[in-house]
């Protein structure tokens, strides 16, 4: 089966920058496209960035010049570098993938979540 596996979260001051990993592991034959999204206390989960295998790029506009996705494809794993963090980037954020296990159709798989938390 495939995992995805979320590393980098913790707790920030305002201004400050953080990145966070997601790793894939399993049976994978080709991945798709990758992404972040986050959800804070009381909200819907938001796609905050996502990125396809040929490298285009797509921001939600609340960090858009703030954070930056990038990906590894021979690592399977998906980055995000988040800079001039604010209060209201705190949250869980989940890492997603559409991942082909060899069976010709891809799967969107979910991370754990790992906590961001930006306060002084």
């Known amino acids: 089966q495939v995992q995805l596996v979320e590393s980098g979260g913790g707790l920030v001051q305002p201004g400050g920058s953080l990145r966070l990993s997601c790793a894939a592991s399993?049976?994978?034959?080709?991945?798709?496209?990758m992404g972040w999204y986050r959800q804070a206390p009381g909200k819907q989960r938001e796609l905050v960035a996502a990125?396809?295998?040929?490298?285009?790029?797509n921001y939600a506009d609340s960090v858009k010049g703030r954070f930056t996705i990038s990906r590894d494809n021979a690592k399977n794993t998906v980055y995000l570098q988040m800079n001039s963090l604010k209060p209201e980037d705190t949250a869980v954020y989940y890492c997603?993938?559409?991942?082909?296990?060899?069976?010709?159709?891809?799967?969107?798989?979910w991370g754990q979540g790992t906590q961001v938390t930006v306060s002084s």
């Open positions: 990125i396809t295998s040929g490298g285009s790029t």
């Open positions: 399993g049976s994978i034959f080709s991945i798709n496209a």
């Open positions: 997603n993938a559409g991942i082909d296990s060899g069976s010709y159709y891809y799967e969107y798989y």
